[in-house]
């Protein structure tokens, strides 16, 4: 599978970006807020109209239909409110289109969902529909994921099957996209984009790119001992 | 339960069209002249009005994601109304269906009114501030309109057909507001399987191909339509798109888009219902058949504001 992107940009939030990447491996967007992982995705989902061109195996994504689109790619967005109270198993069952009482089974086996699966999704915590919308990302099987913070409100236990889960995918031949603010997560992936400014600043494997000084400039933090430290030159004095 | 439903349906509809049973015992000319002339518009009308109702109330409330949203509540019926009585002022209120356009031009200018107000994925209470207000608006316009009338005849008739009635509609009238009703209902239909989609999220929608904004543009004009074509006819009537499509989720495991067609079935059974109660109570003037809905769909619109409060603050 590849993803070729061309030129593309949201107004004011994402300069032209080119980008390409192929099957198989976990690529994490990093940067500060504001600097436009989100945007990023987005555009890339199809969510917005963006500028430019979105190809997948030489597809151009904009210009297919639901169908097809389910099983190229599927986007988990940074909310996970859902306004009816729909059960958990029958959002599985949105998220596959067709009926496959098979997959919601392995679905809801794969992210132990069990308990969950017949209750309403809105009465759920946000971790649990958290599971409960990767489920239904994942139900097609798409070629690419682009998860917007799917780390966010895991617990420790659910942190580390997830990331197993992401990377049984990759293996299998999945495109992972994951936008994060965690950096300890960071050595979990095969390629970071660190992005700021609206563009793609840096692309590197994640060792490389916490080890240079760009990386330190913008998000104005340091490896220390154990974490990250504010660099002293971006210390701030409390008032 | 959604062939019981079915079945209760064409039960009420022959009902309503039959009883009393007076028509039947009179020679068969008079008889086929009665059903067919007075009867059969009303039930017709009946029957399309509810279902109108309770398909474009489903459809509002799952593009407003918010199960306050309806016809009612957004202003839509007061805007239809507004719209046919400037619409019937200006050209008479004896043609049906440039009177249903009108309608349907109020419904829909009021509905882009509260798209734009409160946005998609409101919260309740800026959807129900907005609707209140244009309904406010168009209600007050609605009275101008009316104490400007060029006649005190022409004030009782508004008036009258204001409050909601399906007395002494002709046979054209209904079909006036059924043919465009149904298109536009058909089409809605048609859009279920996005509605679905959309209790997903905008952007889950979205990245699957639907376009947010031209389903928002169309469940809008297509509902005005819907309930525009019907409120010319038969005016403002209240609640049954509100408690309908509440009701079919019931039995769509909380689907809002599939929810479409047991609204529809679920509305026309509680307008025949409200109409049989309506020719069977015995009082001097007929009651509009609104104020009967509104009677007994208050309490349910409490009912459903003190449960929503309940699941917030739980």
Known sequence: MTLVATGVALPHRLDPTNLSLTGGQLVALVGPNGGGKTSLLRALAGVEEAAGVVRMNGEEVAKLGEARRRRLLAFLPASRDLGWPIAARDVIALGLGASDEARIAELIELLELGALADRPINRLSTGERTRVLLARAMAARPRLLLLDEPFANLEPYWVLRLSAILRDLAKRGTLVMVALHDLHQLDRFDRALLIANGAIQMDEAPADLIASERFEEIF???????????????????? | MRLFIAVLMVGLAALHLLWPLAPLQLDAELGRTLLVELRLPRTLIVIGYGAALGISGAAIQALFANPLASPDISGASSGAALGAVLGGYWLGFSQPLALAACGAAGAGAAMMMLLVLAGRRADS????????????????????????????????????????????????????????????CGLLLRRAHALDLFALGEDVAASLGHRPRRLAREIIGLSAIAVGAFVAVAGAIGFVGLVAPVLARRLTRGHPGRAMIPAALIGAILLTLADLAVRTIPLDRPLPIGVLTALFGTPLFLYLIVTMRRSVTS
């Open chain 2, 125 to 184: 209470a800026t959807l129900l501030l907005a609707g209140l207000a244009i309904s406010l608006a168009a209600g007050a316009a609605t009275s101008l309109a009316l104490a400007l009338a060029p006649s005190p005849f022409a004030f009782y008739d508004a008036f009258d057909w204001l409050m909601g009635s399906v007395v002494d509609r002709s046979l054209g009238q209904a079909l006036a507001a059924l043919a465009p009703a149904g298109i536009a």
């Open chain 1, 220 to 239: 104005r933090i340091s490896a220390a001992p154990g974490g990250w430290m504010i660099r002293p030159a971006d210390r701030r004095s409390s008032p």
